[in-house]
Every structure is written in C-alpha cells, then in structure tokens.
C-alpha cells in the first residue's frame, strides 16, 4: 500500500539532524500457501502487536474504498508467504473504518476475496471486499476494539496557529541530538506534516520534518519523524516522546505517513497508526504511549511490495 498524501510546506531553521536508517525487505521463498499452525499464541507472542486492538487489520488499497487488504499481525517478513494465498478468515467480523479525521464508519462487513494471482517474487496480504463501499477511510480494525481520536491538520489552521506550530515544531527539533553527518547541517527545514490532538490536558503534536540537498546530481533528503507533548493550552517546545530519523538520496529515503490516531482496549491506550514507505513497498507499524511524554513504535507489520 503506497499513500501520497497532499504536502503543504512551513520552513524551519534548525539544527542539524541526520541518521540512517536500514530497511528489512525479508525476501523468502514463497512455496507454502496455507495458514501455518504456528501462531497458537496469538499475534501478541510473535511481533508486539497489542492483542487488545484485535485479531486483524484492513486497508484500504483502492478510491472507491471498498477493495481491502486484510493485514495478518503475526505475519513476519520471513513468514508472510505463507499467508499470501490463503482466504482470509474473517467471516462473521465487522470492521469500524478510520482516517485523520476520526472513526469513518462503524460495523462494516467484509468478504473475503479467493487468492490473487501475482507474481510469485512479490510479498503481499490476502484481499477482501468491503459490502458497503466507504471513502476517506485508511485502517480498520475489528469493532469495538479501538476508539477514534479527533485529530487537527496543520493543513487545517489559521496561518497564526500554523506558523505558530511550526515555530514550536522547530524549538522542538532543536533539542534533539546533533547527528554527526553534516551533509544536511544549516539547511533549513520545512514540515511535510503535523497533526495535533489532546488527551486530558496534554496536547500531542505528530510531525514529519523534512530538509533537502538540492543536488542535480545527487538530490538528497531528511526525514524525522516527531511526537512531542506539552500542557494543554501552553505556548514552547513540546517534549519529544518519540522520534525517528532516515536519510539519502531523494527518490528512496524511507518515509512514515501518520494513517489515522486511536484509542485501544478497554485502557484506551493511544495509538499512533502508521505507514512506512520505502522506495518500493511498505510496512505498517503502531507507535503506542506507553507512559506520559514516552511513546514507544512497538509493531510493525512483514514487508510488502506489491
């Protein structure tokens, strides 16, 4: 699943970040095409998947939004072929759809879909149909197992709150350490995406920054990904919780896009859900806070790219 959301840029200046970051592709043979009975202890004993946000995850693959993928929680890159062919086992779920802007829909049916015939050297989930086609959603989950969080855009604010953000934004990056590389040093930064929302009285911020080398040989970009909290209501730097870096050239540094926020289980832990965007193919992942100003990435989905 590759997304391409509409980009709006703020400029920052800041100190200079960068880092790598290695991307799995899990290549396997892909000669089993049957469920393996290997997962008796569930999705939360083989990957960290948070078993309280329930058995399966869907995506939306298409516009109309009623063709899904049905992502399998337990599946690892080294074992993901032995899902790709199979139906998936979803008869009798229903599915509570999601986007930024909160919860879509709610006791949404599906059926599932015979195996897709595709090339062999491809990694991919088994699909499913929704039976009632629903746009503007990202991810479900199995109903009653998450909560929407409402969510504020940057792309959405006054230009006061967003030059405002992105100035916080900036005293925010500016904490982070001084990555050795100084390919990217002194270059200014610009927000490719921020979302915001509150929890009690903190106010969450999650932001991709990004700075560029405008190479015509060599075009190279910087991404970090940010999740940051301060009181509700207060003005300054936010506390970074969470943050990742990726760096090089253009057309292949890894990239996170922010799908949708939730609330999980009966705890209601918050959840940031995400996809990872390689040159080729994704990864879906959860980053989950676990303690005040602490949030943690604690899954990620096996590697697709077809």
């Known amino acids: 699943m590759k997304c391409c959301p509409t980009t709006v840029w703020f400029p920052l200046v800041i100190v200079g970040l960068v880092a790598c970051r290695e991307k799995g592709s899990g290549r396997i043979d892909s000669a089993g095409k049957s469920l393996p009975p290997v997962y008796s202890l569930g999705p939360?004993?083989?990957?960290?998947?948070?078993?309280?946000?329930?058995?399966?995850m869907i995506v939306s693959t298409g516009s109309t939004g009623d063709t899904i993928e049905v992502v399998f929680p337990e599946a690892t890159d080294s074992t993901i072929a032995s899902f790709e062919r199979i139906i998936p086992p979803i008869s009798g779920l229903t599915f509570d759809l999601f986007g930024r802007g909160g919860k879509v829909k709610s006791l949404v049916s599906a059926l599932p879909l015979p195996p897709a015939d595709t090339d062999e050297e491809c990694h991919f989930w088994p699909l499913a149909k929704l039976r009632s086609a629903r746009a503007n959603w990202r991810v479900g989950f199995a109903s009653g197992h998450v909560n929407a969080i409402k969510v504020d855009s940057i792309e959405g604010m006054s230009s006061t709150d967003s030059a405002a953000l992105a100035a916080s934004l900036a005293r925010t990056a500016a904490t982070l350490p001084v990555a050795a590389d100084p390919t990217f040093r002194g270059l200014p930064f610009r927000v490719r995406s921020?979302?915001?929302?509150?929890?009690?009285?903190?106010d969450i911020v999650v932001a991709d920054v990004v700075r560029s080398v405008n190479e015509e040989a060599n075009p190279r970009l910087e991404h970090i990904l940010i999740v940051g909290e301060k009181a509700a209501s207060t003005t300054g730097k936010y506390n970074v919780g969470y943050y990742s870096r990726t760096a090089g050239a253009e057309e292949s540094t890894q990239a996170t896009e922010v799908l949708t926020m939730v609330q999980i289980g009966a705890a209601k832990r918050p959840a940031i859900v995400v996809n990872i965007e390689y040159d080729d193919a994704s990864k879906l992942g959860l980053i989950e806070r676990?303690?005040?100003?602490?949030?943690?990435a604690t899954w990620r989905s096996a590697y697709t790219d077809c």
């Open 44 to 56: 939360a004993g083989n990957t960290n998947w948070n078993a309280d946000a329930g058995p399966v």
């Open 290 to 296: 676990i303690a005040d100003s602490r949030w943690r």
């Open 194 to 202: 921020a979302f915001t929302f509150r929890l009690d009285s903190v």
